[in-house]
């Protein structure tokens, strides 16, 4: 007797011993760090040289090419190096596809294009100077090195051509740059390196991608838990790390789900997936939950569970843009109105007569979908069904069924935006500029959307409107700390399940056959009063002889 | 034949129903929780539970079966029609008349027929039937790239919850019955004692008395 008590309980200790080492712990999460660290960018680390006692970096310099030509003189091949990648050539080809892509030629739904606009939107472009397609692209003393190495925080760009005084104004009045010292500032890139652009993307602070803003200059590890300065401090390049000037990770050709997995010394460093550092089996196997946990690796992305929510950490991002009411004046004058504050207590343009309305959120929610890297672009030379009702700037497949598919999280970008009406494809417009068929300052859409594309010499019919656009933005910043993740319940619930759109997969919890169901009840409920009615009986009926 | 109480159900056998009983409880509740009925445990608390028991309850099917081949008491669950009639007349009818249950435990026989054919088709169909639909479902990523994997889990996903409904079903039945006949204390303390009134053939009580002084009282 006493061993199947033993037994018995051995097996109840089964039962629930496993719960209890599920518990979340705070193992792989990085603890709290009581110091900030320094920021870890890249492999290397301790550099040997202090870049501020060179002697041709002790100035003074007129322009940044001549700080440039003081970098080229010891890091020869830096500059071929560097004009052979995107942050240079804002092209790219898709190596399946055959799409042109890259910001020089792709049309998005926030500013439209900076094809036509170089002089406003190449103030994002690692260089000195473009403002029009006479722009020297073989010209390494044009590469700016210091908007990304320089660590005085100090240096800013401004647009490389004047525009119209009704925009130009925003970037009077700035004080000088001391680029001596600047340049005797460089180190590895910082987050607010990148951040200068990448949080800015899309005309302002995380209008663009939703999970890249200035929250992530100096973020908390609860906003994100590889970059918190209370915890691993990594600088971009820590993921994305650089080999001869080019960087890991794509939004052009995404990896949706690695294979590989860690890499030993000498192996892969040419990828930023979670699965390049974290491998195939992200979790710890100490509980039945982190066994399928580690299963799920197949089917679904690690941002899905483990980025909640996105846009978080006191800054909105823009969900919806609408271009129609833009152009609106007061006496003539472009004006804009403040209608949101954030998380971080700034207030939003809800209104610009330069570009129309926005709507904010924070906090968001990403929807997801089936993934497979694959972004298919509507560029100027798409042509569609001009009665078409939704354009998909970059439609994107994926399935159950496709095995680089995975479940991924994603921002959702609705806009209403010019296009062209007689012959069904999407428009360049020219916004900035100082000529009079500039929008930003003359507010004639037609006239812009003439020049914008007789400039490339594109067809344009002469009659625009306004169509509705959706991009898709992957979410992979702003990981939370694994305490955050969601949890099973989130996704296999029956109501309100975080994957209720995605098809193609039957989902425990979530799923079940309505039929199965009613019948099932149907069968116990009928077991249950047959039962009852069969004691009832028993009991009304004459007592025969007792045993 | 006489009656005698005897000994009919051994140790393990208690063990067995009591742990069985025990998990298909728990295996229950948590499995219509992960099915969406019920909301006592958060889905991982349930998964973790419904899996640790289900796995618990194949081990210990494991050593039933080992058990009933091994010691032949598998025997008991042959089924057979004669006196199958007089039972199903009797819950039928007979029962309402306050009339005897028309079965006596035999030594070799210890279910009647009725029983002994409900408890087959459990451990032949429903029970393999959730089990093999079980493993299928919790090794889905297994065979996940797999063609027609989706359907195949769907398929499976049904099998496992019709066989838990009809697992439910099976459960209230079976409590029920204890309250027929006799009372529910005395169909109950066989489970516990292991000592029930059977039937016994002069040879088998000699047997007994001699061989297994213990299980004849």
């Known amino acids: 007797m006493r061993a199947s008590i033993a037994i018995l309980i051995s097996l109840l200790a089964l039962c629930f011993a496993a719960p209890v080492s599920a518990a979340r712990d705070n193992w792989p999460t990085p603890p709290a760090a009581p110091v900030s660290p320094p920021q870890v960018s890249g492999p290397l680390q301790g550099g040997t040289a202090d870049h501020a006692k060179f002697e041709e970096l002790q100035g003074p310099f007129a322009s940044g090419s001549e700080v440039t030509e003081a970098c080229l003189g010891c890091h020869t091949e830096a500059g071929q190096h560097f004009m052979k990648n995107i942050h240079w050539t804002w092209s790219y080809v898709h190596p399946e596809t055959g799409q042109q892509l890259g910001k020089r030629y792709l049309i998005n739904n926030f500013c439209t294009n900076s094809r036509g606009n170089e002089g406003m939107c190449a103030q994002c472009h690692a260089g000195y100077g473009w403002k029009d397609e006479s722009f020297d692209f073989t010209d390494e003393t044009k590469i700016d090195c210091i908007v990304c190495h320089e660590t005085t925080g100090t240096y800013y760009k401004t647009p490389n051509s004047e525009g119209h005084e009704a925009c130009s104004v925003m970037f009077a009045g700035k004080p000088p740059i001391d680029l001596a010292a600047v340049a005797r500032s460089v180190a590895l890139p910082e987050r607010a390196n990148c951040g200068t652009c990448h949080f800015k993307g899309g005309g302002g602070d995380n209008v663009k991608h939703g999970d890249l803003s200035t929250a992530l200059t100096e973020p908390p590890r609860t906003l994100d838990v590889h970059m918190g300065v209370d915890g691993l401090n990594f600088a971009c390049t820590a993921c994305h790390v650089t080999n001869r000037h080019v960087w890991a990770g794509s939004r052009y050709r995404i990896i949706s789900k690695d294979t590989e997995g860690t890499g030993l010394p000498g192996q892969r460093t040419d990828v930023a997936t979670c699965e390049s550092c974290h491998g195939l089996s992200p979790h710890p196997v100490d509980s039945l939950a982190s066994f399928k946990l580690n299963d ?252 | 034949m006489a009656l005698y109480r005897v000994k009919i159900f051994s140790l393990f056998e208690r063990f067995w129903h009591w742990s069985q009983m025990l998990l298909i409880v728990v295996l229950l509740i948590t499995g219509f929780g992960l099915h969406g009925f019920h909301g006592i445990f958060s889905f991982e608390q349930a998964v973790t539970l419904h899996t640790s028991a289900a796995l618990a309850l194949l081990v210990l099917w494991i050593f039933s079966v080992f058990w009933l081949f091994t010691t032949r008491t598998w025997r008991h669950f042959i089924p057979t029609v004669s006196g199958m009639w007089g039972v199903l007349r009797y819950y039928s009818f007979g029962i309402f008349k306050g009339e005897r249950h028309p079965y006596r435990k035999a030594y070799w026989r210890k279910h009647n027929p009725l029983q002994a054919l409900a408890y087959l088709m459990l451990k032949i169909v429903l029970f393999p039937a959730i089990w093999i639909s079980g493993l299928a479902y919790l090794f889905y990523f297994a065979w996940r790239d797999l063609p027609r994997a989706t359907e195949w889990l769907t398929g499976i996903a049904m099998v496992h919850t019709a066989a838990a409904f009809l697992i439910l079903a099976f459960v209230f039945i079976h409590v029920y019955m204890l309250t027929t006949g006799h009372s529910f204390r005395d169909h109950l303390m066989p489970m516990i004692s292991g000592f029930d009134e059977v039937d016994l053939s002069p040879e088998e009580e000699a047997y007994l008395r001699k061989d297994q002084p213990g299980d004849i009282r």
């Open chain 1, 296 to 547: 799920h690796v197949q089917s679904i992305a690690c941002q899905t569970c483990h980025i909640p929510e996105f846009a978080r950490g006191g800054v909105a991002t823009v969900v919806d843009w609408d271009w129609r009411t833009a152009g609106k004046t007061r006496d003539g004058e472009g004006y804009h109105e403040e209608g949101y504050i954030q998380g971080n207590g700034e207030h939003r343009y809800t209104y610009k007569s330069i570009k129309g309305n926005f709507t904010y959120d924070e906090n968001v929610v990403p929807d997801y979908a089936w993934f497979d890297g694959q972004m298919i672009y509507t560029t100027i030379d798409t042509k569609f069904d001009p009665s078409a009702e939704v354009i998909e700037i970059n439609g994107f497949t994926g399935s159950r069924e496709d095995a680089d598919s995975r479940i991924w999280p994603f921002k959702r970008m609705h806009t209403w935006q010019p296009y062209d009406k007689g012959n069904g494809t999407l428009v360049y417009t020219h916004l900035w500029g100082e000529d009079d068929a500039a929008y930003w300052g003359n507010y004639d859409m037609g006239e812009s959307i003439a020049k914008g594309m007789a400039d490339f010499g594109l067809d344009y019919s002469g009659e625009f409107g306004f169509i509705e656009t959706l991009s898709w933005w992957p979410i992979t910043h702003m990981v939370a700390p694994k305490e955050e993740a969601l949890a099973c319940g989130d996704c296999h619930a029956p109501e309100g399940s975080r994957l209720a759109s995605v098809e193609g997969v039957y989902m425990p919890g979530r799923d079940h056959n309505p039929w199965l169901d009613i019948i099932g009840t149907l069968l116990v409920g009928g077991t249950l009063a047959g039962i009852i009615i069969h004691g009832l009986v028993r009991f009304f009926s004459p007592k025969g002889e007792h045993h």
